[in-house]
């Protein structure tokens, strides 16, 4: 083999692509965590959906999350230069030029590929629950049980090239432009991290909303992370009402935040106003 091929071609695409990664990991997961966890935490304990772990706990937790997303995105690089070879051949429906599908198309085509990636997120994670896969693909993301932002990819190399063959399987079936493309893939981690963090930030009644109830709260996937089944789906909770796998005390829950989130609103209040008598 040329000793350039490494040093002229392999090299930076892979330095590249990791830098790219990296770059978006660490936009969506920084970002969620300094203003949920640093900036606004104090401020929104009532809005925490469960007690915190010990902080010595909580550090190894994050750093063992960091270590394993160092090595998803790995994997996510090395399939990336390994799949979009691929199209030279033609075989993905990745384009360039907006006038080729138009403007409206541009627009429609980001939601759509939310909708497509929402369903394959939904039964490739029910799968990787079956006892035959759960170890090899899945355990390692549920060892962050009191799940944080940095959680988002916490995968093992086989569940990072689950996650990843996503992209390669919506381009053959979806055209996309490229910026749309980097727009839904910014959007998943930013949904990720966010649905990790930890903190009810979603107003808690719009789960009994019609149309708004169809979106995951954070709850959702944080009793997931606690019972380690059901709640399958990222963004909609279609999926998992449809096929009955939804946990049935969802709505619960949020009421049962609500409420103590109240009581301690109303224990502040009582407080730090003189004029009420003191129970």
Same mark, same amino acid.
């Given at each position: 083999?040329?000793?350039?091929?490494?040093?002229?071609?392999?090299?930076?695409?892979?330095?590249?692509?990791?830098? &790219?990664?990296?770059?978006?990991?660490?936009?969506?997961?920084?970002?969620?965590?300094?203003? *949920?966890?640093?900036?606004?935490?104090?401020? *929104?304990?009532? &809005?925490?959906?469960?007690?915190? *772990? =010990?902080?010595? %706990?909580?550090?190894?937790?994050?750093? @063992?999350?960091?270590?394993?997303?160092?090595?998803?995105?790995?994997?996510?690089?090395?399939?990336? @230069?390994?799949?979009?070879?691929?199209?030279?051949?033609?075989?993905?429906? %990745?384009?360039?030029?907006?006038?080729?599908?138009?403007?409206?198309?541009?627009?429609?085509?980001? =939601?759509?590929?939310?909708?497509?990636?929402?369903?394959?997120?939904?039964?490739?994670?029910?799968? @990787?629950?079956?006892?035959?896969?759960?170890?090899?693909?899945?355990?390692?993301?549920? &060892?962050?049980?009191?799940?944080? =932002?940095?959680?988002?990819?916490?995968?093992?190399?086989?569940?990072?090239?689950?996650?990843?063959?996503?992209?390669?399987?919506?381009?053959? *079936?979806? =055209?996309?432009?490229?910026?749309?493309?980097?727009?839904?893939?910014?959007?998943?981690?930013? %949904?990720?991290?966010?649905?990790?963090?930890?903190?009810?930030?979603?107003?808690?009644?719009?789960?009994?909303?019609?149309?708004?109830?169809?979106?995951?709260?954070?709850?959702?996937?944080?009793?997931?992370?606690?019972?380690?089944?059901?709640?399958?789906?990222?963004?909609?909770?279609?999926?998992?009402?449809?096929?009955?796998?939804?946990?049935?005390?969802?709505?619960?829950?949020?009421?049962?935040?609500?409420?103590?989130?109240?009581?301690?609103?109303?224990?502040?209040?009582?407080?730090?106003?003189?004029?009420?008598?003191?129970?």
């Amino acid at each position: 083999m040329d000793p350039t091929f490494f040093t002229d071609f392999l090299a930076p695409r892979a330095l590249g692509g990791l830098e &790219r990664e990296s770059i978006r990991y660490a936009l969506g997961t920084l970002t969620t965590f300094f203003v *949920i966890w640093v900036i606004l935490g104090r401020f *929104i304990q009532s &809005r925490r959906i469960r007690k915190a *772990i =010990p902080v010595a %706990k909580q550090r190894r937790q994050i750093r @063992m999350e960091l270590r394993n997303s160092f090595f998803a995105m790995a994997m996510f690089v090395a399939l990336d @230069m390994l799949v979009f070879e691929a199209g030279n051949f033609g075989v993905f429906k %990745k384009y360039d030029d907006i006038s080729q599908y138009g403007w409206l198309w541009f627009w429609v085509s980001m =939601p759509l590929l939310i909708i497509f990636h929402d369903a394959y997120f939904y039964w490739t994670h029910r799968a @990787m629950h079956h006892p035959k896969l759960y170890k090899l693909f899945h355990l390692t993301h549920h &060892r962050s049980h009191s799940p944080t =932002p940095f959680t988002a990819y916490n995968f093992h190399p086989f569940e990072a090239a689950v996650n990843y063959a996503f992209v390669p399987v919506a381009l053959m *079936i979806i =055209p996309i432009h490229g910026t749309a493309l980097y727009v839904v893939l910014t959007i998943m981690i930013f %949904k990720n991290a966010l649905g990790h963090c930890g903190y009810e930030v979603f107003p808690r009644h719009w789960a009994r909303l019609p149309v708004l109830g169809w979106l995951t709260t954070v709850t959702h996937h944080d009793m997931h992370h606690e019972r380690g089944s059901g709640n399958f789906a990222l963004y909609f909770t279609w999926w998992d009402r449809a096929m009955g796998t939804e946990h049935t005390n969802y709505l619960d829950r949020l009421d049962e935040q609500e409420a103590r989130a109240q009581a301690a609103k109303d224990a502040r209040r009582s407080n730090s106003d003189p004029l009420v008598p003191a129970e």
